[in-house]
Nanobody
Framework: QVRLVESGGGFVQAGGSLRLSCAASGRTASSYTMAWFRQPPGKEREFVAAITWTGSSTYSADSVGRFTISRDNAKNTVYLQMNRLKPEDTAAYYC???????????????WGQGTQVTVSS
């Protein structure tokens, strides 16, 4: 069992930055692929970025170059540094864990409760 708790969301102006954190607890949390997904208002959940336990990362086309995913296995924490934020980045952001390196939400069995990011124009 893995428990995930996100933090760091908030309100920011376009062009600004935020860093999200996801603290994982559970005996084997550090061995999972960790990912960030987001769900904009009225839309489906979408992939943002993922990082394997070895540090290999993948990004969506929209997040590459602006967002950086990282993890600290000693702290069982994964981060999402978001720069040059746009109003269309407004969404609830979710942390997820999977035994697979995937961009598909259905392959993630553990989810956090989400943290809201609002970007004003």
């Amino acid at each position: 069992q893995v428990r995930l708790v996100e933090s760091g969301g908030g309100f920011v102006q376009a062009g600004g930055s935020l860093r999200l954190s996801c603290a994982a607890s559970g005996r084997t949390a550090s061995s999972y692929t960790m990912a960030w997904f987001r769900q904009p208002p009225g839309k489906e959940r979408e992939f943002v970025a993922a990082i394997t336990w070895t540090g290999s990362s993948t990004y969506s086309a929209d997040s590459v170059g602006r967002f950086t995913i990282s993890r600290d296995n000693a702290k069982n924490t994964v981060y999402l540094q978001m720069n040059r934020l746009k109003p269309e980045d407004t969404a609830a952001y979710y942390c997820a864990a999977s035994g697979r390196n995937s961009a598909r939400a259905y392959e993630y069995g553990y989810w956090g409760q989400g943290t809201q990011v609002t970007v004003s124009s």
